[in-house]
């Protein structure tokens, strides 16, 4: 069973363009909600990371929203940069309890465009 | 540098044959993780260390996948009698409270 679902697939903007990625949760009892970014032939790289008490949080050029009576919450990149081309992707994981393993979406590979 | 370390980077092995990853976190955090990563797909969790304790393992960690994390400090990965299907990136994070750190995996290949 697919816990956290990640659209699009894919995704291309322009230079300065706002990309937006969306996933969405069914375990309502996850309480940490991080995006990565992974170059190919790389690990993924914590970018932000959110908790359901807040509804938007903002890093530099990136802003998660998150909507928690959807069990939603999505990634905006300001400004998009050719360097941000890559694949990210949204999890979710409990903080606490022994199960704390992230449970991630099937990623979004973003090109932007010079 | 201080961040995760695994080893080796790249691996290529013949189908039957055993094989071991070493991963070592970032020095103060107490939790590691061992996770899947398949082309096209998000990773997938395989195992949890608190500590030297193994507290959990994924139904995708079948009998022939083993991980030890002796004296609470490296971690390895081994995997008997590889099949093709293995094929994957084994990539391995530690954290302290919730960030986790992911190093730069182990590309896997089997022939």
């Known amino acids: 069973q697919q816990q956290v679902k990640q659209s699009p697939q894919s995704l291309i903007v322009q230079k300065g363009g706002i990309p937006i990625i969306n996933c969405a949760y069914e375990?309502?009892?996850?309480?940490?909600f991080p995006w990565y970014q992974q170059f190919p032939g790389k690990g993924p790289a914590l970018l932000i990371a959110i908790r359901p008490d807040v509804s938007e949080k903002k890093e530099g050029r990136f802003t998660i929203s998150f909507n928690k009576s959807a069990k939603q919450f999505s990634l905006h990149i300001m400004d998009s940069q050719p360097g941000d081309s890559a694949t990210y992707f949204c999890?979710?994981?409990?903080?606490?309890?022994?199960?704390?393993?992230?449970?991630f979406g099937s990623g979004t590979q973003l090109t932007v465009l010079p | 540098d201080t961040g995760v370390s695994q080893d080796p980077r790249h691996k290529i092995t013949k189908r039957g044959q055993n094989v071991t990853f070493r991963c070592d976190p970032i020095s103060e955090h107490n939790r590691l993780y061992w996770y899947r990563q398949t082309l096209g797909q998000g990773p997938e969790f395989l195992t949890y260390f608190q500590n030297e304790a193994q507290l959990e393992k994924s139904r995708l960690l079948s009998d022939r996948f083993s991980a030890e994390r002796p004296k609470g400090s490296f971690s390895t990965l081994e995997i008997q009698r590889t099949e093709q299907g293995d094929s994957a990136m084994y990539l391995c994070?530690?954290?302290?409270?919730?960030?986790?750190?992911f190093g730069q995996g182990t590309r896997l290949t089997v022939v």
């Open positions: 994070a530690s954290s302290l409270e919730r960030k986790a750190f």
């Open positions: 999890a979710a994981s409990l903080s606490s309890g022994s199960a704390r393993q992230l449970t």
């Open positions: 375990n309502t009892a996850f309480d940490y």
